[in-house]
C-alpha cells in the first residue's frame, strides 16, 4: 500500500503485473515477495555507494497475506542485503502514520524511530504524518547477535 490510498486497491489484470514484474526487474534493488503468487515488492532505493545509505520500500499488495510475518521476513533479507553485500551504513523508511503494522515490522527489524514529517501523505482526502524511521549498520548488526 506504500502509503497511498486505502481506496485504490483493486485485482490487478494480468497486463498490469507483468508491467509491474518488468519494472521490478528494470531496478536494481528491487524484489517481489512471493508465497505461491506474487503478493508484494520491496525495493532499496536511492542507493548511494558514496555515502553506504538507502531508503527502504516495501508494499504487500494482497491484504490476505498480511499479519503473517512476511513483511518483517522481506525486510530481513533486504536488509542482510544491504549491510552484508552493499555494505550500507544506514537504510531509512517513511511510513505513513496510520500504518501502524509496517511501524511495527520496521522496528522489530531494528529501526529507529527518528522524527516525522507533518502532514507529507494525502490519503483518501486526508492529511497524514510520515513517520521516519532508520537503522544504522551497528544496529542491524546488534539484531543478528540477538537472533532477531
Known sequence: MYGGNRSD???MTEEAAKR????????????VIE????????RLDRV?????????????EDS??????LGTEAITLALGYAFNVLKLHRVSARVVDYNLRG???YQKCGFVVEGREREA???D????????????????LATQRKGT
Open 48 to 60: 548511494d555507494l558514496r555515502d553506504r545509505r538507502a531508503s527502504l520500500a516495501i508494499g504487500i
Open 125 to 140: 482526502g486526508a492529511w497524514h504524518d510520515d513517520v521516519m524511521m532508520a537503522i544504522l549498520d551497528r544496529e542491524y
Open 20 to 31: 509491474w514484474v518488468r519494472r521490478l526487474l528494470d531496478h536494481e534493488y528491487a524484489w
Open 9 to 11: 486497491l483493486h485485482p
Open 103 to 105: 511501524i511495527r515490522a
Open 121 to 123: 501523505a494525502l490519503v
Open 35 to 42: 508465497t505461491s503468487t506474487l503478493i508484494g515488492e520491496i
Open 64 to 69: 490476505s497475506q498480511l499479519g503473517k510475518g
